[in-house]
Nanobody
């Protein structure tokens, strides 16, 4: 059974950095996508960044481009989100997701993701 466990959230001042981690277990797929999404109170879950496990291609939402970097460790089955120059509007619960088929034409589609972690809170103070 697939399990995703996020860590690394916290409270940081604007302009600061955080590194989120997502540890995955129970992986039996040969080609899949790992993504980071976030959800602020009263808002829908939105795409942040994603990476293909095979090949390593990435995609970023415009909001994080140039500030966020997604990476992976194949040996440890972990995916990371390095977030720099954080802004108050980045405040949200951040979720790690897994798309087990990589069949969607885009890595940004929240509906394509089959598994989710419990989320980790990121709060950026002004």
């Amino acid at each position: 059974q697939v399990q995703l466990v996020e860590s690394g959230g916290g409270l940081v001042q604007a302009g600061g950095s955080l590194r989120l981690s997502c540890a995955a277990s129970g992986l039996t797929f040969s080609s899949f996508v790992m993504g980071w999404f976030r959800q602020a109170p009263g808002k829908e879950r939105e795409f942040v960044a994603a990476i293909r496990w095979r090949g390593g291609s990435t995609d970023y939402a415009h909001s994080g481009r140039g500030r966020f970097t997604i990476s992976k460790d194949n040996a440890e089955n972990e995916v990371y989100l390095q977030m720099n120059s954080l802004k108050p509007e980045d405040t949200a619960v951040y979720y790690c997701g897994l798309d087990r088929t990589d069949a969607s034409p885009t890595m940004r589609d929240v509906l394509a993701y089959d598994y989710w972690g419990q989320g980790t809170q990121v709060t950026v103070s002004s």
